[in-house]
C-alpha cells in the first residue's frame, strides 16, 4: 500500500510539475482508463464525423468545394487514426476499440447524430462543429499524456483549414441571393445549439471533470471553453449578417463575456442515449462498411503470410 | 497474429522534412507489410509535404529503455560538466577558440 502511494505521488509530482506522462511510465488504473475513454470518444468522433460530410461529396456545388471536402473528410480519417495509434499506447488493442464502438460500450460526440440536410450545412459543421472542436484540441494540447498531447498537436495544425472552409462557404450563402441567404441562416439555426452542447454539461454536473482536471487531462473546464467559442463566434456571424439563433445572447460587461441562454439538457442527454436523429444510421453504416471490409482484411494477412513464405523458402 | 487481431501489427513512421535533416518520429500505424505501411505512412503522415522521406519500423523491433532506469542511466553525466565547452577558461585576448 505505501508502495503504490509513493507511485502515486510521484506521479501526481510529474504532472504538477508539467512533465508528460509516457506510454511506459506507472500509472494509476484510473488514469489509463480514463484516457482510453476520453482519447477512444474522441477517435471514434473524427471517423463517425465523416458520414454527415460524406453524404454531400457526389452533390458539392462545384468541382473545387468536392476537391476540398474530399481532403476535409480524408483529414478526420487521418485524425482518427492518430488518436487510435495514441489509444492503443495504453495497452487497448485496435479491434477492442472498434468492438465498444460497435457495442454502444464507447460512445463519440453527439453532434454527429445530427443530420446535414442541405450544402449550407456543410458549412455551419466545418464552421461551428469544427470551431467548437478547435477550441477544446487547442486546449488539449498541454493534455498530461504525451501521446495523446502530439496527436492534437499534429490535429490543430491540419483542424484549422477545416473552419475556413466552412465559414467561406457560409460567408459565400450569406452574400448570395436570399434564398441562399435563408439556407445559411438555417443551417445556423439547426447547428448553433448542438455545437455549443459539444463542449459537454455545465462544469458543476460533468462527471468526469474533477479527477480529469487534477491529472491535467483536461487543461479547462466545459464552461470556460464553450464561453470562449461563444465569445469568438459571435463576432463571426456579425460580420457575413447572420443572427445566432439565441434572443438571451448579449455583451456583458463586466464579465467580458457573452451572456448566453439556457442549453437544453434534456435534447443532449436524449441524443447521447441513443435516441438523436441519426444515432441508428451512423453505427450501423459504420458497423455495415466494416463487415464488407472483412476480405480487405483477410485478402491483406493472406498475402502478408504468402509473401514471408516465400521469402523464407528464398533464404 | 491471434485471430482477434486482423488490422497487422504496429509499425513506427519516422519522417525527414527536408533533406540533410534527422528523421523525426511523426506516430504509427497498422499495417499487414513494410510495402502496405510505407504506403500508408504515405497516406496518414504527409498529406501536406510534411516530407521528403519516410522510414517504417516494426514497433517490436525497437528497443527502448525503462524510464524506472533514468537515474541510473542518465545521471552519471550530470557531474561531467567538463564535457562542455563552456567548462574551460580560455586565456585572455584569444580568438576563434
Redesign the interface.
Known amino acids: 500500500m505505501t508502495a503504490l502511494l509513493n507511485f502515486e505521488e510521484a506521479f501526481q509530482a510529474k504532472i504538477d510539475a508539467e512533465e508528460k506522462i509516457e506510454p511506459r511510465d506507472w500509472m494509476p488504473d484510473e488514469y489509463r482508463k480514463n484516457l482510453i475513454r476520453q482519447i477512444s470518444q474522441h477517435a471514434h468522433s473524427e471517423v463517425i464525423g465523416m458520414q454527415p460530410e460524406g453524404n454531400w461529396i457526389t452533390r458539392a456545388p462545384s468541382l473545387r468545394s468536392k476537391l476540398i471536402l474530399l481532403a476535409k473528410i480524408q483529414d478526420e480519417a487521418g485524425h482518427g487514426l492518430y488518436l487510435y495509434s495514441a489509444c492503443e499506447t495504453l495497452g487497448v488493442s485496435r479491434e477492442e476499440l472498434l468492438n465498444q464502438l460497435h457495442t454502444g460500450k464507447a460512445k463519440y460526440s453527439s453532434i454527429f447524430n445530427y443530420p446535414t440536410l442541405t450544402w449550407a450545412d456543410i458549412g455551419a459543421v466545418g464552421w461551428l462543429v469544427d470551431g467548437a472542436a478547435i477550441v477544446n484540441q487547442v486546449s488539449l494540447q498541454r493534455t498530461s499524456y504525451g501521446p495523446y498531447a502530439r496527436a492534437m498537436v499534429r490535429i490543430c495544425k491540419e483542424e484549422s483549414f477545416h473552419q475556413r472552409q466552412g465559414y467561406e462557404i457560409m460567408a459565400h450563402l450569406a452574400l448570395g441571393t436570399p434564398e441562399q441567404k435563408a439556407m445559411a441562416q438555417d443551417a445556423l439555426n439547426r447547428w448553433w445549439w448542438p455545437s455549443i452542447m459539444m463542449f459537454g454539461p455545465h462544469d458543476a454536473d460533468s462527471a468526469h471533470s474533477a479527477k480529469s482536471m487534477k491529472w491535467k487531462i483536461k487543461r479547462e473546464s466545459n464552461d470556460e471553453l464553450r464561453q470562449r467559442f461563444i465569445d469568438k463566434t459571435v463576432q463571426q456571424a456579425e460580420v457575413i449578417g447572420l443572427t445566432i439563433p439565441d434572443p438571451k445572447l448579449k455583451w456583458n460587461e463586466q464579465r467580458g463575456h457573452y451572456d448566453y441562454g439556457e442549453i437544453n439538457w434534456e435534447e443532449f442527454n436524449q441524443v447521447i442515449n441513443g435516441n438523436g436523429p441519426c444515432n441508428k444510421q451512423r453505427l450501423e453504416h459504420h458497423k455495415r462498411v466494416h463487415d464488407e471490409g472483412a476480405w480487405v482484411r483477410e485478402a491483406a494477412i493472406a498475402y502478408a503470410e504468402k509473401q514471408k513464405a516465400k521469402q523464407q523458402a528464398a533464404a | 497474429?491471434n485471430k482477434?487481431?486482423?488490422?497487422?501489427p504496429?509499425w513506427e513512421v519516422f519522417i525527414q522534412s527536408k533533406s540533410g535533416l534527422p528523421y523525426k518520429h511523426?506516430?504509427?500505424?497498422?499495417a499487414?507489410?513494410k510495402e502496405?505501411a510505407l504506403q500508408n505512412a504515405r497516406?496518414?503522415y504527409t498529406?501536406?509535404n510534411e516530407g521528403t522521406s519516410i522510414w517504417v519500423v516494426l514497433s517490436e523491433q525497437i528497443v527502448?529503455s525503462?524510464?524506472?532506469d533514468a537515474e541510473e542511466l542518465f545521471d552519471p553525466m550530470n557531474d561531467k560538466i567538463y564535457r562542455h565547452p563552456t567548462f574551460y577558461t580560455m586565456p585572455e585576448g584569444a580568438k576563434h577558440i
Open positions: 497474429m482477434n487481431d486482423n488490422q497487422g504496429l511523426a506516430g504509427s500505424l497498422h499487414m507489410d502496405m497516406d496518414l498529406r501536406r527502448a525503462n524510464p524506472n
